[in-house]
Nanobody, 126 residues
């Protein structure tokens, strides 16, 4: 599985941005997907996850109510819609796929994801 993240850029605080993560292969609908981020000088952290079916979602407390993670299994793509952005959302954002999940779940555990994209930088100015 290859994951290609895109959509990062510079945005002012309060603005919106949508990240995309396109996956190769024919089995995208069997993967749960997640977004993680790593701010400068900090460890990578969970942002959002969506189950294989798209029916189960999970969000970090810091982004609840501001970010959503829709997926389109017909386009092999997962998105991260980010609204009301804040300077502390500045980070490199990574999409990840969990190909081993047996259940329809949206996990926030980084070690459950076995495929990772290259990252896309989001910078939020104040």
């Amino acid at each position: 599985v290859q994951l290609q993240a895109s959509g990062g850029g510079l945005v002012q605080a309060g603005g919106s941005l949508r990240l995309s993560c396109a996956a190769s292969g024919r089995t995208f609908s069997t993967y749960s997907m997640g977004w993680f981020r790593q701010a400068p000088g900090k460890e990578r952290e969970f942002v959002a996850a969506v189950s294989k079916s798209g029916r189960k979602l999970g969000y970090a407390n810091s982004v609840k109510g501001r970010f959503t993670i829709p997926r389109d299994n017909t386009e092999n793509t997962v998105y991260l819609q980010m609204n009301t952005l804040r300077p502390d959302d500045t980070a490199v954002y990574y999409c990840a796929a969990n190909s081993r999940s047996r259940y329809d779940q949206a996990s926030g555990k980084e070690d459950e994801y076995d495929y990772w994209g290259q990252g896309t930088l989001v910078t939020v100015s104040s």
